[in-house]
């Protein structure tokens, strides 16, 4: 997020969503519109946009009441999402003193969304750090809720990821491969493994409404092989299948129910 915008953090909700939205994107921010469910109303992985002579077209196209932000690397933040009720309120209570200095907007549920500057390999996750606390970075979104005008708890610049947050943040390293390779014969089964997440992914992000849930499970259901072999952890599997759940434009609750079932089918867990 560029100085001018830090600058403008204190601007007030314009008569239409749409303008909101423009000027978010005046400063490099990638926006899209959202229902009042906070769900996408169009694939927000293909047409959200920065460039403000396309957000009236886009939000004609597309109405919602709602601006969603793309997080990561395209908009120069990321996101800590803590939610009020389900964990994330009691994590804020216990490391509230550590959790200040930076951008901080109130959610409609009650909680808190915290953005930090963009870190390299940061990645999306859901309650990893702790129960009701997730991240929202690379293949991620949030609602900007100032523009439908709640509270902005903390207007500072936003700063770096914390050190103890990045260490929490981080996945688990995966266990060495239980197969009998070493050397280019390990690389390249590594290789595979990439490959076949990477298409995972794409088949899930660029699903059709009304196969997005079913294609998710598939995709998770086919990669989780690789948890017994050893090549990825489940963390792993979860996070970049939740990821491409997101762009495929599904919800947080419909995402985690459908990779719960995929993994119990494949692994029991």
Same mark, same amino acid.
């Given at each position: 997020?560029?100085?001018?915008?830090?600058?403008?953090?204190?601007?007030?909700?314009?008569?239409?969503?749409?303008?909101?939205?423009?000027?978010?994107?005046?400063?490099?921010?990638?926006?899209?519109?959202?229902?009042?469910?906070?769900?996408?109303?169009?694939?927000?992985?293909?047409?959200?946009?920065?460039?403000?002579?396309?957000?009236?077209?886009?939000?004609?196209?597309?109405?919602?009441?709602?601006?969603?932000?793309?997080?990561?690397?395209?908009?120069?933040?990321?996101?800590?999402?803590?939610?009020?009720?389900?964990?994330?309120?009691?994590?804020?209570?216990?490391?509230?003193?550590?959790?200040?200095?930076?951008?901080?907007?109130?959610?409609?549920?009650?909680?808190?969304?915290?953005?930090?500057?963009?870190?390299?390999?940061?990645?999306?996750?859901?309650?990893?750090?702790?129960?009701?606390?997730?991240?929202?970075?690379?293949?991620?979104?949030?609602?900007?809720?100032?523009?439908?005008?709640?509270?902005?708890?903390? @207007?500072?610049?936003?700063?770096?990821?914390?050190?103890?947050?990045?260490?929490?943040?981080?996945?688990?390293?995966?266990?060495?491969?239980?197969?009998?390779?070493?050397?280019?014969?390990?690389?390249?089964?590594?290789?595979?493994?990439?490959?076949?997440? @990477?298409?995972?992914?794409?088949?899930?992000?660029?699903?059709?409404?009304?196969? @997005?849930?079913?294609?998710?499970?598939?995709?998770?259901?086919?990669?989780?092989?690789?948890?017994?072999?050893?090549?990825?952890?489940?963390?792993?599997?979860?996070?970049?299948?939740?990821?491409?759940?997101?762009?495929?434009?599904?919800?947080?609750?419909?995402?985690?129910?459908?990779?719960?079932?995929?993994?119990?089918? @494949?692994?029991?867990?």
């Amino acid at each position: 997020m560029s100085a001018a915008l830090e600058q403008h953090q204190g601007m007030v909700p314009d008569s239409t969503v749409a303008a909101y939205a423009q000027k978010l994107a005046r400063h490099g921010v990638k926006v899209f519109p959202c229902d009042e469910q906070k769900r996408p109303t169009c694939k927000w992985g293909e047409v959200a946009s920065n460039c403000p002579e396309a957000i009236p077209l886009l939000w004609r196209t597309y109405p919602g009441k709602l601006i969603g932000v793309v997080t990561g690397a395209i908009s120069g933040f990321d996101a800590l999402d803590l939610d009020w009720g389900k964990g994330g309120d009691d994590f804020y209570q216990e490391h509230c003193t550590r959790l200040t200095g930076t951008r901080t907007h109130r959610t409609r549920s009650g909680g808190l969304h915290l953005l930090f500057k963009h870190r390299e390999g940061m990645r999306n996750s859901a309650s990893r750090i702790a129960r009701g606390v997730d991240v929202r970075a690379d293949g991620g979104y949030i609602i900007w809720w100032p523009a439908a005008g709640l509270e902005i708890v903390d @207007r500072s610049p936003i700063q770096q990821w914390p050190a103890w947050l990045v260490e929490l943040a981080q996945p688990p390293i995966p266990p060495k491969a239980h197969l009998n390779t070493t050397g280019p014969d390990l690389r390249e089964a590594e290789q595979k493994v990439r490959a076949a997440v @990477r298409s995972a992914v794409r088949a899930v992000a660029s699903a059709p409404e009304g196969q @997005r849930n079913s294609t998710l499970n598939a995709e998770t259901y086919s990669i989780a092989r690789f948890i017994a072999e050893g090549h990825l952890t489940t963390a792993q599997v979860v996070d970049a299948m939740a990821t491409a759940g997101l762009q495929a434009g599904l919800t947080q609750r419909e995402i985690e129910k459908t990779i719960a079932s995929a993994l119990r089918a @494949r692994v029991g867990v």
